[in-house]
């Protein structure tokens, strides 16, 4: 009798030393991939904002989450072996954008992905539909009804003589050439020609380039697109070399000496992805959050810009911004 009780005593005491042993070992701390095109100084505005998103949401880097950051400095060959990076380090969600979200696609169709900007996640394949992602791919669209048009509008305003407007976008970004047909009423309604500048490689450049130059163009509307994103420098110093008025899809090109943009805020954007991030590591699944479309945009001068091509912003124009540039 005595040995049963203390065989069950010594029991009790492995099984509460079991127990204190699990409860002392560390939670898994969640591990975020950040999957980018670009290089780390032309994104860091849009990483921060969603760094400090996650620090709203109680997320401390290095504390309660692990944050692997990739970036291909331009390369978009680089990306599939970043994605695999990132998945065979087991991260818990995959945050990218443009090219990086068929990279991550293809790397892994169980981890969830979210996407700070897409172009046309419908069309490119990512999800199903808005309203119902399906799969392992969620985020944040970059369409807007006329976003274009509106460009154009507001780059006619400040530069009224531009009669020939060059296009710069990039096929296979979006479906079709919609960007282009998209843009073409409010061409007509301005009476501005338009000359597309389609880009498919880096190879494309140069000749669009040299299109734009042969046709005159006297103004520049460049559209979101990954591969035209990291070639931000080379198409900023093509505007300026030929005093070309331009309109860029975000603030980062004025910010980096472009004279004008329209889009959503890519930080707004970016601060709603750590949103995502967050419901999904309290385990809602990415086919259950529909995919939201842009709720804050903005207008952005740069006058030095503006003076270093020699055009002169109207008052009209610099009052419906939302931020200038001196």
Partial sequence: MRKNILGFALSAVLFALCLSAEAQQPARIPRIGI????????????????????????????????????????????????????????????????AGILAAKKASRTIPIVFGAAADPVGSGFVSSLARPGGNITGLSLMAPDLNGKRLELLKE?????????????????????????????????????????????????????????????????TPGSLIATQQRQVLDFAAKNRLPAMYPD???????????????QTDQWRRAADFVDKILKGTKPADLPVEQPMKFEFVINLKSAKQIGVTVPPNVLVRSDRVIR
């Fill in 35 to 98: 999957l980018l095109g670009a290089s780390a100084s032309s994104l860091s505005a849009r990483v921060e904002a969603f760094r400090q998103r996650l620090r709203e949401r109680g997320y401390v880097e290095g504390k309660n989450i692990v944050i692997e950051y990739r970036y291909a400095e331009g390369k978009r060959e680089r990306l599939p072996d970043l994605a695999a990076e990132l998945v065979r380090l087991k991260v818990d969600v995959i945050v990218t954008y443009g």
């Fill in 158 to 222: 400040a530069v009224p003589e531009a009669a020939r407007v060059a296009f710069l976008w990039q096929s296979g970004a979006i479906r079709g050439n919609l960007p282009l047909t998209d843009l073409e009423p409010a061409a007509k309604a301005l009476r501005v020609k338009l000359l597309s500048l389609e880009v498919r490689s880096l190879d494309d450049f140069e000749s669009a380039f040299a299109r734009a130059k042969k046709e005159r163009a006297q103004a520049l509307i460049a």
């Fill in 251 to 265: 603030s980062e090109w004025v910010d980096a000496g472009g004279l004008m943009s329209y889009g959503p805020s």
